[in-house]
């Protein structure tokens, strides 16, 4: 009875043991040290990602790859009727450290290609058209596109990112500015809100708000000068102080002290830019005045020639 008994117990054993499902391979990440970044956005996103990201990672030794989902001026419903219908609509761009930083670029790209050429770390989204400060053009094209990348990535528990671009400057007449009455503090303080109920509602685990960022760069001596054409961030210190609160933001630490600056600028221009960003990520919403940190140098500090002190970069 003893043996019999024995067996039984054991068959019953045998029989309520189930062998763990396999992990999901879309739930693993790349093991290689790899940071990958997925941008979907525009312009604005080309100025924060294209240019002065890689050599921020690259200086403190972190191997990152950049991809970038780009349509000019697109906005959120654009981005989603383009995924929802495979829309060969995009420019993708790409930078690497195979490529020394350098960027390739392919047009004819659908969402879901970009989307799976990587499985990717980091996905931002951002609104376009001018409409980051007006939350009723969110829905609901957001929540859409939230769903779809999740449902499509490669790696399905990346970190989803939303990237807050900045203020017209004052001196702007873009039709887009007239959103806000050409004013630049009624459009800051309708971004600043806007962001707010976006990251109550939607499962951003990132808010990447270079609105503030440039807005205290504003502050310093360098003042309203950070665009090339009313619209965009100048290819020097304005870039720069996108890349610097994107860096910080993603990585964890603080931008002050990385090595890297762009050759248009100087030491003493990459520190305002740098504080502008970390300050950004320490107090969000909100401008925090650089003006008596960052006076204008007497004499003026050389900018190597290359970019006027109170002139943006064209």
Not at 135 to 142: A, S, V
Not at 149 to 170: D, G, I, M, Q, S
Request: charged residues 20%.
């Amino acid at each position: 009875m003893h043996t019999l008994a024995s067996i039984i117990l054991a068959s019953l054993l045998l029989t309520s043991y189930q062998k763990p499902e396999p992990a999901d391979p879309r739930d693993i990440p790349a093991d290689d040290g790899i940071l990958r970044i997925l941008a979907v956005g525009n312009s604005f996103s080309a100025d924060a990602v294209e240019q002065e990201l890689w050599p921020l990672f690259h200086a403190v030794g972190q191997k990152v790859i950049i991809g970038e989902l780009y349509i000019p001026g697109c906005d959120l419903e654009t981005h989603w009727k383009s995924a929802s219908t495979d829309a060969a609509a995009y420019n993708y761009r790409k930078i690497t450290d195979a490529g020394n930083g350098a960027m390739t670029t392919n047009s004819g790209y659908t969402f879901m290609q970009g989307l799976r050429d990587e499985p990717w770390d980091i996905i931002s989204l951002q609104q376009g058209g001018g409409h980051h400060g007006q939350f009723e053009y969110f829905e609901p094209w957001m929540t859409n596109l939230i769903e779809f990348c999740r449902e499509n990535a490669t790696y399905r528990k990346f970190k989803l990112a939303y990237h807050v671009p900045w203020v017209a400057p004052a001196h702007s007449t873009k039709a887009k500015f007239g959103f806000y009455d050409y004013d630049t503090a009624k459009m800051y303080a309708m971004i600043t809100e806007t962001t707010k109920q976006a990251a109550q509602k939607y499962p951003f685990d990132l808010i990447i708000n270079s609105v503030d960022a440039i807005q205290n760069g504003r502050s310093s001596y360098l003042g309203d000068t950070f665009d090339r054409d009313g619209w965009h961030l100048n290819k020097s210190y304005g870039r720069y102080t996108a890349g610097c609160i994107w860096f910080e933001k993603i990585m964890g630490q603080s931008v002050l002290g990385n090595p890297y600056h762009p050759s248009s600028i100087d030491s003493y221009v990459a520190e305002i830019c740098q504080t502008a960003a970390h300050e950004a990520c320490l107090h969000p919403y909100q401008v925090t005045d650089l003006s008596e940190r960052f006076t204008n140098p007497d004499p003026p500090v050389s900018q190597t020639g290359k970019v006027p002190a109170t002139q943006p970069s064209r």
